[in-house]
């Protein structure tokens, strides 16, 4: 039987522009998105360049900026608050120098949901004055919003949060967490590289004052690529001291007198963009703001759910949240040795990947109720490695 979905079906759009599936039921887009047509020929003309130019900075340039503001029509924010980074972990890092925790305010308020750099970057900032608190997640792996709100105080700084948990797909909701530390004076910084492409976020109403995330999972493109976001109104006055010429008011005045960084969200550049991997990450976000992150989420909500039933049919524990709120399009599925199984479902032809003794599982728009019987039979073969 191949179930169907309820609303507009994306894979009978747009799945032939995605060869991996010629080969493999590939469903590992919390790790990598899978590659289209149009991305791969962008790499071309990236080459191109090199080839009919030879160096071609002008077009290479423009690229950056191009990049810059297929985020503000993504993000539904002005250009001047996206900062193109080379990483989340650099868009955190840049945020971090900015930060003096000697004056006043010097608490960084925490989960345990976090992604490495996250709690790496707020416990290198020890060493500069900080105090890091972070809050154990509940039992069903969400974050305790309450004890989290009851943790920012007079101290607190910053608040960062991931909003996708990159090891078990819970989703935090941020609104009342974003509107606690504002009352209190606290600056918020989301993670959002999981859930960025998979589930919507207007930055024009969210209110988060620093969001980062990257190109290479759900928005199509390669690594090398991410975006940090920075909220004018409460940001403008921090002054990152990680920085680099690209970041420089003029990048051309070629200054080494002083320090002038661009008046907005530019400033938390570096140096050269990364130019190769801009051309394919520019083309991979365009598909998804002409595709729609509200029908990609609609549409992997049915994905989803037809998955979380068909694995606990075969006997499959699914650890991710089961409220709609609580998860995005990844699916945890508990298991008995996280590599072997991973491989096994490799053998049958399904790609997922492995994180803290789950299986993640983790589908896009590209997949389609057929890929959903195709892993359900994978996983009811490999049943062996099931953790109960
Ligand atoms: C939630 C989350 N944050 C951050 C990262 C890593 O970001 P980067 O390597 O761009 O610093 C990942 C990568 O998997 C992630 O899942």
Redesign the pocket.
């Known amino acids: 039987m191949v179930l169907a979905s309820t609303i507009n079906d994306l894979a009978k759009t747009y799945r032939s522009q995605f060869s991996v599936f010629e080969h493999v039921t590939y469903v590992n887009s919390?790790?990598q998105g899978a590659l289209a047509n149009s991305v791969k020929k962008s790499f071309d003309d990236y080459i191109e360049t090199l080839e009919l130019k030879g160096s071609a900075w002008a077009d290479w340039a423009g690229y950056q900026e191009k990049m810059r503001s297929l985020f503000a029509t993504f993000f539904k924010v002005p250009a001047s608050e996206i900062a193109v980074t080379t990483?989340?972990?650099?868009g955190v890092n840049t945020v971090a120098s900015a930060l003096d925790f000697t004056k006043g305010r010097n608490k960084i308020v925490t989960t345990d949901n976090e992604?490495p750099?996250?709690g790496q970057t707020w416990h290198a900032q020890e060493l500069r004055g900080a105090v890091v608190h972070h809050i154990p997640s509940n039992g069903d792996l969400t974050v305790d919003i309450a004890a989290l709100i009851n943790a920012i105080d007079d101290q607190t700084l910053l608040v960062s949060i991931?909003h996708?948990c990159?090891r078990n797909g819970a989703v935090t909701e941020l609104e009342p967490i974003i509107e606690a530390a504002h009352k209190k004076g606290a600056l918020v910084l989301i993670?959002a590289?999981?859930s960025v492409g998979a589930i919507p976020l207007n930055l024009s109403t969210l209110k988060a004052d620093f969001v980062v995330?990257?190109n290479l999972?759900y928005l199509l493109g390669v690594p090398g690529v991410?975006f940090l976001y920075a909220r004018s109104e409460t940001t403008s006055h921090l002054i990152p001291t990680s920085t680099g010429w690209f970041a420089a008011r003029d990048i051309f005045a070629m200054d080494i007198h002083s320090y002038d960084p661009a008046p907005d969200a530019r400033r938390f550049e570096s140096g050269t963009p990364p130019i190769p991997s801009l051309y394919p990450s520019a083309t991979g976000l365009e598909m998804m703001i002409d595709i729609g992150v509200e029908n990609v989420y609609a549409y992997v909500c049915d994905i989803h759910d037809a998955l979380r039933t068909g694995i606990e049919g075969v006997g499959g524990k699914v650890v991710t949240p089961k409220k709609k709120a609580h998860h995005g399009a990844m699916l945890a599925v508990a298991s008995l040795d996280e590599n072997a199984h991973v491989a096994a479902l490799e053998a049958e032809k399904v790609v997922t990947s492995s994180r803290d003794g789950n299986i993640r599982v983790s589908p896009h728009f590209y997949n389609n109720f057929e890929d959903v019987e195709k892993i359900i039979a994978a996983f009811a073969k490999t049943k062996h490695y099931l953790r109960k």
Not at 87 to 90: D, K, Q, T, Y
Request: aromatic share 16%.
């Open positions: 919390c790790s990483s989340a972990s650099a992604f750099t996250i991931t996708g990159f993670d590289y999981q995330g990257g999972k991410g």
